[in-house]
């Protein structure tokens, strides 16, 4: 029986049992296919098999709604949502669910979410002058463009008459957005050619409904999917100002000189004046619409500039970005709350924060600390690239050969390909992802030599891939090593399965070089056997662009920005069944880094649904992003371009800092040594009645806030938050000072210990001849700063949460506590809870038996001396209530290298794309 005529007649099928009730219970979709249905008799068992997996994605996917904060909002499309005539809606989501196109739950989970931010949007039936403006917080490679698809759909319906849509830098990405909002909102091919014109399935979907009309409708489109918005072509579209009887729709890229054209358009619908409008603008990417994202601040301030004037041209306007990563100056770059409420792309009336389906694969599953993923898919890069494809090159250089762990990744992609072409998914698109250099003349070499190697293995298996000599093929012999590697443990098939449909699942892949001078990928136009592609790029790869089916990434980048690390997370999205068939390759830092820059993101969200909970205001959710470690380090960052002071305010509150970076030198260590044995010293002899009674640690409780201050301002630490200034001041010294008479005053102090190991404490504690330090042996050199090495790739210095952070307080008052924060929030993190539960705040002294991890060390020694321990610190801090103080720093070369070397790399791809 044919798959698609089984899955349409098992849908109607379910449909009539489930009513909408979803998900569906364990075990209900196979019982139904294999027993159940009127056809379960003339089901081949594998294509049952097939039928199932299928439907568990449509039925077994569920989506929460996500949070939001917001101003002044009045419910207006709630009221008039019953008298709209929802015709694209209505029939994108009917598209949506006939074509299997999402699971049910995520269509309805997107429809209550983009109803709720219509309604924070401005009310096109409200004739006096307005303006909106709001943010939506998704994940990288999430469903943003399914999410404001429908929001596009309901705004035209409601009324806007004015779209525009800012589809990033790139032209491929452009291009990418045209065409995906062609088939989900115009419902033709916008080629500006009636002739040529494809009419897309979401047209017919109203076809032989009762009381539908006939007629089809399509927006206006001033933009096509060959070229972008030009003011020749617009004159063609016939529309006059007050007079747009449909959505006029424009699909752009965020080029000043098209941007103005557009403007300078709109403004000649009323001769110069404003019109009526009412306009949408969706800015996807909005982090990369800010003005200080390349070294040079004039390019996108000239950009941010022209998003301004598009918005001017229309009295009635809402403004609405989206983005993954929510660091951009929109947020950061004001030195006053009242300067950043007047940048005109502030999100003042509302910020959104999207939840992923739960068959999004994420940070959380991937690089949490819990990620189930990680040690399945993430692959550290060895050293074999660096003589060959070295992070810090130049144009001009020469690729000799690609390293071996490349290769490797090429016929992980081609056996990937092999196997789901056995499981008979063969025809469904998938990619790899290769991002080794920001340098087009690069990429392009790159690209050659991995299309000789795919030619060599498409030779190879030609001739060897069906014979039983097949070992005689060097080729051959490296793909069988990569499929006991890699994938013989997580496969059904067996390698003499795989060889046998070898020639056929790699026949297909094409190596293509996304970028600039590149080719874009048209997945519009693939053929029915899918399009498989190895993808070399840099920037297009960086930032929006989607790869179908991305099974395997290998990135070799020196990236320094968190938001642009973040959004190379391209191998992020929806794997149903296959997730532990990819493989993710990047270097160890990158890796490590990443880790940090997502949980710093996550930390971000958890912040935004306890602000929701408080009924806070997106102006204070800015002010809080600026005040995270990550929101300072980018401002700092831009602000090293002026020669002034830096104006800082940190807000540390419900967070557990850690120093995880030490100088690679034994006289500080030794120093630091000395003073915590000071500190033992007054703690016994001064404080001995505040000791407390743990079996893993020594814990004093109650310590007077100046113990700790002084503690802090003997250690020298080169992190951003604990590095000292000239006047010996650090971040974390000044937000303690700032509460020293009040919230922190008092302080739990804790030396944590265990009862075997080989190097003892050094400490004269009662005690404390019978335990032994903590060890760390999986440390690294920082490879941007060769005095600096890492305590973990994790960059964690403590034992997991809650066991660190109880110290002082443990017993059934926190356990309490903490019980009833988590039966109000099941998905808060142990830490967070642990965290919000305490009353006072805590310094763990951290004494280790540390080791470089020998596979990681790069040749690179330890100057510790051998017998001593390795100190270092971690401060766990609990709410506030007092407002961070922002304050100027006269920025020490320590604290000038770390921002220095941010900012190096920070926007390295944009500079590219102006130059």
Known sequence: MDFDAALSFLRMEIDKIVKGRFP???????????????????????????????????????QDHGHALKTDFEEWYPKRKEEINLYFWRRLQKYWLDHSVLPVQVVVSVDNVTDEIVGYLGDPQESKSWRRRGLVMGHVQSGKTTNYSALIAKAADAGYRVIIVLAGLTNSLRYQTQVRLDQTFVGKSSLGDAVTSVIYPVSYVFSGVEGECPGIRHP??????????????ATGIGAAEGNFADPILFVTKKHEKVLEQLAGWLRGLRQGGQIDGPMLLIDDEADNASINTAKDPGATTRINARIRELLDCSRRSSYVGYTATPFANIFIDPDTNDEMLKNDLFPENFIKSLEPPDNYIGAEKIFSENGELYDVCVRPIPDDYQDLLPLKHKSGDWVKELPQSLKDAVFEYALFRSLRTLSEEGDRHSAMLVNVSRFNAIQQQVHDEIYRLLQDLKAAVDVWATSSDWRRSELLSRLHEVWLREYQIYSEFNWDEVRGVLKRAISSIEVRLVNMRGGGLDYAKAPESGLHIIAVGGLALSRGLTLEGLAVSYVLRNVGAADTLLQMGRWFGYRPRYEKLCRIHATRDMLGDFREVSDSVEELRDDLVRMERMGLTPDQFGLKVRQSPTGIAITAANKMRAAKPLLIALDLSIRHLQAYELFNSNDINRKHIDAVTSLVAVLNSDLSDRRVNDKSAFVWSGVSVSVVKELLQKFKLPQLEFALSNEDRSLALDYISDRATGELASWDIAIPFKRSGSLKIPLS??????????????????????????????????????NDL?????????????????AEDPQISPEKSCLLSRQRPLLVIHLFDFRLDPARADGKELKFQAGLPVVTLSLAFPSTKVPPKPREYAISVRMAQLLKQQLDEAQADEELFYE
């Open 24 to 62: 569906v219970p364990p075990g209900f979709l196979e019982g139904h296919v294999k027993e159940g249905s009127g056809i379960s008799k003339i089901l081949e068992m594998s294509l049952a098999e097939r039928l199932v997996r299928h439907l568990e994605t449509i039925y077994g996917t569920n």
């Open 220 to 233: 206006y489109c001033g933009t096509t999917q060959v070229s972008d918005f030009n003011v020749g072509k």
């Open 765 to 802: 504690i009662e005690g404390a001849d019978g335990v032994i330090c903590r060890d760390r042996y999986s440390g690294v050199p920082k490879s941007d700063d060769p005095d600096v090495v890492k305590i973990t790739e994790k960059n964690i210095v403590a034992d997991a949460a809650p």
């Open 806 to 822: 109880m110290y002082g307080e443990r017993g059934a008052a926190l356990d309490n506590r903490i019980n009833e924060i988590r």
